[in-house]
């Protein structure tokens, strides 16, 4: 049974990896995740300089998934670039990067271009949780116009995007029309579904502390929008721009649902928090044992394959 995949030529052995933010910041995270079962390395969005983040608390958990306002914590660039040269392992790494303005993303960029030793740029579209802006970029659709167009003049390195949930099919139809105008190398969907919040009846208060309690929400509850998401963009975008499925994936049979539903490979976020580096074997195992059952001998048997009656 294969469980690998293809983004673009980056061969990935399976088709599970973290995703950006969890456990992935400082060196042990990475070093850990480079020598675990994740088939790839996805990095913590990261900026020109170091961050500390918000104030905490600014994550909590519970059994419907996770509520967090990191306010995007980092090493900075400089830092997760010097790792990749350092780094002497061949597993595919995916560098994300979030600057806070586009400036800043260009800045990133810039310094990314000179180094060799990453598969590709996750750029970050989405992050929810910037005191220092109001608005999403993933939601500012002419702006992202064009900022990709300014960027591909430049960057000729592999690039994909993290994109926010949308939830109206003319949104779809739009970011699937600028995005198939440009050399995109993968589309991630979602990022944490903006501005939840979590309340805790004993204290009667929200539970964490940024944004008076206002911030991403991810876990089980956010699968249903983040298929639909994967759905969509697997209709609307171009055939060779694969997708990687993230949000509220728990079980082997949950990556067989993003599968069915187009993606190519899958990233686990809260449930890697929440179980830690074993995650990744365990939902191999359930994702093989499924394959097995169906008699599928590799994710191409079913990708895309979602019936509609
Ligand atoms: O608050 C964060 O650091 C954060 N949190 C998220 O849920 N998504 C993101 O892209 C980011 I950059």
Redesign the pocket.
């Given at each position: 049974i294969d469980i690998s995949t293809n983004i673009n030529g980056i061969k990935i052995s399976s088709c599970i990896m973290n995703a950006?933010?969890i456990l992935c910041c400082t060196e042990k995270e990475l070093y850990n995740l480079m020598m675990s079962s994740s088939g790839a390395v996805v990095t913590k969005?990261c900026t020109i300089k170091p961050r500390k983040?918000?104030l905490k608390p600014r994550y909590f958990e519970w059994k419907g998934g996770s509520i967090?306002?990191?306010?995007?914590?980092n090493l900075g660039i400089d830092f997760y670039l010097n790792f990749l040269e350092k780094k002497n392992s061949k597993k595919p790494f995916l560098l994300s990067i979030?600057g806070l303005s586009i400036e800043e993303n260009y800045l990133i960029l810039r310094k990314a271009n000179i180094s060799s030793n990453m598969n590709a740029i996750e750029l970050?579209l989405?992050?929810?949780?910037?005191l220092e802006k109001d608005k999403i970029l993933g939601y500012d659709f002419s702006k992202i116009s064009d900022f990709l167009e300014n960027l591909f003049q430049f960057y000729k390195k592999p690039l994909g995007v993290?994109l926010p949930p949308y939830f109206e099919d003319f949104h779809f139809r739009k970011m699937a029309f600028i995005l198939n105008k440009y050399p995109i190398y993968f589309v991630t969907c979602i990022?944490?579904l903006p501005n939840g919040i979590c309340i805790d009846i004993n204290k009667e208060s929200v539970v964490i502390h940024p944004k008076k309690g206002f911030g991403?929400i991810?876990g089980l509850s956010i699968k249903p929008f983040a298929l639909a998401n994967v759905r969509k963009f697997y209709t609307y975008l171009r055939k060779d721009i694969p997708i990687i499925g993230c949000g509220g994936i728990c079980t082997g049979k949950d990556v067989f649902e993003y599968i069915l539903c187009g993606a190519s490979a899958v990233q686990i976020g809260t449930q890697f928090l929440k179980e830690g580096i074993p995650v990744f074997d365990r939902l191999i195992k359930e994702l093989i044992t499924i394959l097995k059952n169906k008699n599928y001998s590799s994710l191409n048997s079913f990708k895309g394959k979602l019936n509609v009656f």
């Open positions: 950006s933010g969005s983040g918000n967090n306002s990191m306010g995007l914590p979030s970050n989405s992050c929810p949780n910037l993290k990022n944490s991403g991810g």
